[in-house]
């Protein structure tokens, strides 16, 4: 089945405490995306890659960091989370960044930072 | 930057009533346009995709309408039912690699 798949679906963590969310896809994409979900603002971007060792910061991409060394994997790093980051992560993927193709979503990651 | 707008941002609607959702955008360059489900704690499930070169698409009891020089793009949901409950999102890009969400009209359908 082609899916976006995203580990864990939740997450407990303290301010400080470096972790990271996966995200891998199974679909040949050659785009990925991070998203974050907030009551009120939608979804906005936070990073993207278009293929392996391309990145791009999205709309707010401080305190998070990517990394593309595989096609099929995009993870998503926070160094020191801290409670501002407390949301709801998205992974997608495309067959293309050239947005003539659709978005898949991965079922999301609730985070909270105590 | 590409903004996106959705009006309303909630609705509830009798079952059997045909929904309406709106979605503008400001950026006439739009290379596609996206519609989204979301239900509640889940993610976002593709519903219609329509290219900047398409006036509409349809799937079953969903058409979707893309006028470019407006601006605006036009969910219709014929004939509602409860488990069309959810949060609708569109998105467009008109930027490489970028996509752009409004941030969603939630409906609920009552039986």
């Known amino acids: 089945e082609a899916q976006v798949t995203q580990n864990p679906r939740y997450l407990i963590t303290v301010t400080g405490k470096k972790l990271t969310v996966t995200c891998s896809q199974n679909?040949?994409?050659?785009?990925m995306s991070w998203y974050r979900q907030d009551p009120g603002l939608g979804l906005r971007q936070i990073y993207y890659?278009?293929?392996?060792?391309?990145?791009d910061k999205g709309d707010v991409p401080e305190g998070y960091k990517v990394s593309r060394k595989e096609k099929r994997n995009f993870p998503l790093i926070l160094e020191s989370p801290s409670p501002n980051q407390t949301s709801l992560y998205f992974c997608?993927?495309?067959?293309?960044?050239?947005?003539?193709?659709?978005?898949?979503f991965g079922s999301g990651t609730r985070l909270t930072v105590v | 930057k590409q903004e996106v707008t959705q009006i309303p941002a909630a609705l509830s609607v009798p079952e059997g009533e045909n929904l309406v959702l709106n979605c503008s955008f400001t950026?006439?360059?739009?290379?596609?346009l996206q519609w989204f489900r979301q239900d509640p704690g889940k993610g976002l499930t593709s519903l219609l995709l329509i290219q900047s070169s398409q006036r509409e698409q349809t799937s079953g009891r969903l058409n979707a309408s893309l006028d470019k020089s407006s601006g605006r793009s036009t969910l219709y949901i014929a004939a509602s039912q409860p488990g069309d409950s959810a949060t609708y999102l569109c998105a467009g890009g008109a930027s490489w690699g970028k996509l752009q969400f409004g941030a969603g009209t939630q409906v609920v359908v009552t039986p």
């Open positions: 890659s278009m293929n392996v060792e391309v990145t």
């Open positions: 679909m040949n994409h050659e785009y």
């Open positions: 950026d006439s360059a739009i290379y596609n």
């Open positions: 997608a993927s495309s067959f293309s960044g050239l947005i003539n193709y659709g978005y898949t």
